[in-house]
């Protein structure tokens, strides 16, 4: 399949909210420590043997008065990733700049505010079975409920939409990004994405057995199962010939998405829309496999999922291009799980930097991958990251710094 490159995007600014705390120093933190941010659930009143990466005190978050309507804890955590890093103050001076209509808004969730109909649902009518009056379920559950949130907290007026497509949802909106600006339609993106802790997720997953009742352990020979987390993250995304790109470090430069459909819930076990994936983000990178510096992998930590996902990378890269999963980290943040990588591939690229296994014991030997243990400086130029969503949904991304890009000259 003959697939045309694509001119770079800069990314103006990102930033990235998630157990390990707001912004970006309390990531890089993290990342080099190398040292968990999950602890043994304690969410509501569920009594489940797992654990989970809980963001802190989003109780105390306050929407402002004109979007009470919105109020959710996920839009809360969406509010509280806005702010670190000064994302909110960039994404409003490129509104001003590019103008609102020609802003687009893109951001992936899974379950958007699911957590208040859960809520609301114990509190209905005990004879009619209305739920309170205080529920919005436009304000709340809707999926799009944080596009119109984001949308009317920054004055945008340009296209907008939500992806939903479980763990892929959050690096999709990358793609649609591209296309939307490629074609013409707008200037410039935020996209992102936000999820956060419910009852479903954390009941679902523990009935379809993969859950941990441990610390997860990604690529661990004897790994058992996925720790939840939630997350919000975000990036603007500008042409790479415009004034917002003169100092940007890092760009979007591939993308490669499938849809196998083996299983519901389960990947092809010889990973076969991921490798799909990965080959058409290399192409429109237009770049080879030996290009690639760091991989972050999927890495659910769920048995099938890692070895389906590791058959894949070896089939694409061979055994020798490091690769590793942060999931160890911050949980599997699900919808937002996907921009919640792409920052930590930025931050790599930034700081020249591959981050290290989480949690990690012994490294399976069954699967054939360059499996970073520790955390290491190396040079870098290229980094990919998979996400790998329910039913087939692949999706992966390709990053650059300058020289990767290769846009030194033309934006010196």
Same mark, same amino acid.
């Given at each position: ?50 654990? /989970? ?122 793609? *649609? ?18 999820? *956060? ?52 470090? /890092? ?25 799909? =994936? ?46 590793? *999963? ?9 919808? =937002?799980?996907?921009?919640?990588? =792409? ?25 054939? /991958? ?16 998979? *996400? ?9 991304? /390709? ?14």
């Amino acid at each position: 399949m003959n697939i045309a490159a694509i001119r770079p995007l800069a990314i103006s600014h990102y930033t990235a909210t998630s157990c390990v705390g707001c912004g970006l120093v309390a990531l890089r933190q993290s990342l080099l420590r190398q040292q968990t941010c999950l602890k043994p659930c304690d969410f509501k009143d569920v009594r489940l043997e797992t654990w /989970i990466g809980e963001v802190a005190d989003l109780a105390r978050i306050r929407l402002p008065a004109a979007l009470k309507e919105f109020d959710c804890r996920n839009n809360r955590l969406a509010l509280l990733g806005l702010e670190a890093d000064g994302f909110m103050s960039a994404a409003q001076h490129l509104v001003r700049t590019a103008g609102a209509d020609r802003v687009g808004l893109f951001l992936g969730t899974s379950t958007s505010g699911i957590l208040e109909s859960e809520l609301a649902y114990r509190r209905r009518d005990p004879v009619s079975g209305a739920l309170p009056e205080d529920f919005s379920y436009r304000g709340a559950q809707n999926s799009y409920s944080l596009a119109s949130f984001v949308r009317q907290l920054l004055g945008l007026t340009g296209p907008a939409h939500v992806i939903s497509t479980a763990c892929s949802s959050s690096a999709k909106v990358f793609c *649609s990004a591209e296309r939307m600006i490629r074609l013409g339609l707008i200037d410039a993106a935020i996209v992102g994405g936000v999820d *956060s802790l419910c009852l479903t997720t954390l009941y679902g997953f523990h009935s379809l057995e993969l859950a941990s009742s441990t610390v997860c352990r990604p690529y661990d020979r004897d790994r058992d199962g996925l720790s939840l987390g939630e997350a919000a993250a975000f990036a603007l995304l500008v042409k790479s010939d415009s004034s917002e790109a003169e100092r940007s470090e /890092i760009f979007f430069c591939g993308y490669g998405e499938s849809s196998d459909a083996y299983h519901m819930s389960a990947p092809h076990p010889e990973g076969l829309g991921a490798q799909m =994936a990965m080959r058409s983000a290399l192409q429109r990178a237009a770049i080879a496999s030996d290009d690639i510096d760091y991989v972050n992998l999927h890495g659910t930590a769920t048995p099938n999922n890692d070895a389906a996902e590791g058959a894949a990378v070896s089939k694409v890269f061979g055994p020798r291009t490091p690769c590793s *999963s942060t999931k160890g980290l911050t949980g599997h943040t699900l919808g =937002a799980a996907g921009a919640l990588e =792409a920052v930590i591939c930025a931050q790599s690229l930034q700081f020249q930097t591959m981050p290290g296994g989480i949690n990690l014991r012994v490294v399976d030997p069954s699967i054939e /991958i360059s499996y970073l243990v520790q955390t290491q400086q190396a040079p870098m130029r290229f980094a990919l990251s998979n *996400s790998f969503g329910f039913g087939g949904s692949n999706c992966s991304l /390709i990053f650059a710094n300058r020289d990767g890009a290769g846009l030194r000259a033309d934006l010196a």
